[in-house]
């Protein structure tokens, strides 16, 4: 009866550790795009990570808009012109900020056609994954699949907790660096001035005696 009674208390605070990281997995968002303008939304992802999305756009007479996602080196992930509704998927080669793009392109001028709506649904890591095709593939049970799903995004936290550690490895070494640097650049400085100093006095001192001022 004892262990029946914990079991909620645990799941709910499993759930919400992992709660953080599903938000993070999903993206959605809605917006207007004006005729003859481009809006483009980035994000950063891990690398070897499966993204998916869903876009719709509502039609306009004479308006033709076109959707491309590219990485930092304006390589092309996806591209679709007169794009009104689909899906995409890629998987990720390295860590790197993605960008997709929404430009809408008409012959009538700004003002003259309404703002098209835009929806955008984007998905990446385990909320990625269609775990009901993974079961049909594999003959998983419903708790095997759960329990596969469960790996997958504990494995993802732990990427990210390994991501993260790097990260702060290479800001380390970086600010060692910096102060390394800056050290001796403050040790060069003192030196300089030193000198500077001790050729001004001898300096002084010559020019005195030249004059006669002091012996």
Request: some cysteine; proline content about 3%.
């Amino acid at each position: 009866a004892s262990g029946s009674a914990g079991n909620p208390p645990m799941a709910r605070f499993a759930a919400l550790l992992l709660l953080p990281v599903l938000i993070e997995s999903v993206f959605s968002i809605s917006f207007f795009l004006p005729v003859n303008s481009r809006k483009c939304l980035r994000e950063e992802i891990h690398k070897d990570v499966l993204v998916t999305g869903e876009y719709e756009i509502s039609e306009q007479s004479n308006t033709k808009t076109n959707l491309k996602i590219t990485d930092s080196s304006s390589h092309t992930l996806y591209s679709k012109e007169d794009a009104t509704k689909g899906k995409f998927a890629f998987t990720t080669e390295d860590y790197d900020m993605f960008e997709v793009c929404f430009e809408s392109k008409s012959p009538m001028g700004t003002g003259r056609v309404p703002d098209q709506l835009v929806n955008l649904d984007m998905k990446h890591g385990v909320e990625a994954k269609n775990y009901e095709e993974i079961a049909k593939v594999e003959k998983l049970k419903p708790l095997e699949v759960e329990l596969r799903r469960l790996e997958d995004l504990s494995e993802s936290i732990v990427n990210d907790f390994a991501y993260m550690k790097k990260r702060e490895e290479e800001m380390r070494d970086t600010n060692e660096s910096t102060n390394t640097r800056v050290l001796y650049f403050s040790i060069f400085s003192m030196c300089c001035l030193i000198g500077l100093a001790t050729w001004q006095v001898f300096y002084l001192r010559r020019f005195f005696k030249a004059k006669k001022l002091i012996e």
